[in-house]
């Protein structure tokens, strides 16, 4: 498993289902190329075994990352 695929794992189903599917690999390709820009040492632990604080950490900001992103598009 990638580490795109371990962060997008934790991301609340009721987001993605609301994305429709022609945007969703887009939706979640950026979303884990900004993760990975703006928190590199949290996404470096996602390539390999990450704890139980980095995947919570990690929880928080994809989640906050989808909201904000679906309320702009009104999808919230």
């Given at each position: 498993m990638t580490a795109n695929e371990k962060i997008i794992a934790l991301?609340?189903?009721e987001y993605l289902n609301k994305i429709p599917k022609i945007f969703r690999k887009h939706?979640?390709?950026?979303?884990?190329?900004?993760?990975?820009?703006?928190?590199?040492?949290?996404y470096k632990?996602?390539?390999e075994e990450a704890s139980a604080e980095e995947k919570e950490e990690m929880k928080k900001i994809?989640?906050?990352?989808?909201?904000?992103?679906?309320k702009k598009h009104k999808m919230l």
């Amino acid at each position: 498993m990638t580490a795109n695929e371990k962060i997008i794992a934790l991301v609340k189903p009721e987001y993605l289902n609301k994305i429709p599917k022609i945007f969703r690999k887009h939706a979640t390709e950026n979303t884990c190329k900004l993760i990975a820009k703006e928190h590199p040492d949290l996404y470096k632990a996602f390539e390999e075994e990450a704890s139980a604080e980095e995947k919570e950490e990690m929880k928080k900001i994809v989640n906050g990352i989808f909201e904000e992103r679906m309320k702009k598009h009104k999808m919230l």
